[in-house]
């Protein structure tokens, strides 16, 4: 984990209180890849979305 990246989890995680999250995100080359956790989480609402108007329209 690099530059912007770094900081910003110095900033959520502070002081040392979450000892096993940080031992997993600050060995390098860890890279976060959010795209695939929106991607699933996308299809899911969709597919939530596709039932309601099924069942609401017909």
Not at 2 to 29: K, L, Q
Not at 46 to 58: C, F, H, K, N, R
Request: hydrophobic share 40%; charged share 20%; no cysteine.
């Amino acid at each position: 984990m690099d530059g912007p990246e770094r900081g910003r989890f110095a900033a959520i995680v502070p002081g040392g209180g979450h000892p096993v999250p940080t031992s997993v995100f600050e060995h390098d080359p860890f890279e976060l890849d959010l795209d695939p956790l929106f991607g699933f989480g996308l299809d899911r609402l969709l597919d939530g979305i596709a039932v309601i108007i099924a069942e609401t329209s017909g």
